[in-house]
């Protein structure tokens, strides 16, 4: 069961990056999931917190870059996880899934406490103080997969999967053009999260060989 729940996470999680994307014309958002914005400010609040966190580790975005094997800017990352946990929420709280504080600790205990857990979050781009949210939308979506699969075997895990996709992929994210395009057909050759990236520059470019992509926060 355990091993099930952990492929939902990975599974829901590798499919965010394919997702469509448009432009956006409302001055100030860095994107819009369905009717929720993302402001700028609230971006560069949650990046200036994230590098902080980064720094206290004495890791730089670079060695993290590498070890993502991506050339995403940090605002590129961090609001590439802000949107989608807004999005995995909202498409949850539409099918009437809930979850609880409760589960949420359960969770952080059954990863090795906070502290781990603060390390796989930084890991993945997400501020801490979204950690919450992020592990909410992560039990969510699990919630979803197996309300859709309606049991715990391989069927219906692929069942509740391929659901909770479709779902997630009717789910618009509206992203502002100053962070580039997503990235619709990743692959070896040009892994990023976005592409053409304008101002970013960099964000377009592939990224070189690296480290093993560290693992997902897991239940």
């Keep these: 069961?355990?091993?099930?729940?952990?492929?939902?996470?990975?599974?829901?999680?590798?499919?965010?990056?394919?997702l469509t994307a448009c432009s956006p014309n409302q001055i100030g958002a860095a994107a819009i999931v369905g009717g929720e914005r993302i402001s700028s400010g609230e971006l560069e609040?949650?990046?200036?917190?994230?590098?902080?966190?980064l720094a206290a580790v004495g890791v730089s975005y670079s060695q993290l870059q590498q070890q993502l094997q991506i050339q995403d800017s940090v605002s590129q990352l961090v609001l590439y996880q802000l949107a989608n946990a807004k999005r995995k929420a909202q498409v949850a709280a539409g099918k009437g899934i809930t979850t609880t504080d409760g589960e949420i600790d359960q969770l952080i205990a059954s990863q090795g406490g906070?502290?781990?857990?603060?390390?796989?979050?930084?890991q993945r781009g997400v501020a801490l103080s979204q950690g919450r949210d992020y592990l909410r939308a992560e039990v969510l979506i699990n919630k979803l997969v197996a309300k859709y699969?309606?049991?715990?075997?391989?069927?219906?895990?692929?069942?509740?999967s391929e659901q909770?996709?479709?779902?997630?992929?009717a789910m618009t994210i509206t992203w502002n053009p100053r962070y580039g395009e997503l990235n619709d057909n990743p692959s070896q050759e040009q892994p990023n999260i976005f592409v053409d990236a304008g101002r970013f520059g960099a964000a377009g470019a592939p990224a070189a060989p690296a480290a093993e992509q560290p693992e997902t926060p897991q239940q």
């Design 164 to 169: 909770a996709k479709k779902d997630l992929e």
């Design 149 to 160: 699969g309606g049991g715990t075997d391989e069927a219906a895990f692929e069942r509740g």
């Design 1 to 18: 069961m355990k091993s099930t729940r952990v492929r939902v996470i990975l599974a829901v999680a590798a499919a965010g990056v394919a």
């Design 114 to 122: 906070q502290e781990k857990l603060d390390q796989q979050l930084l």
């Design 45 to 53: 609040r949650n990046v200036r917190e994230y590098e902080a966190a």
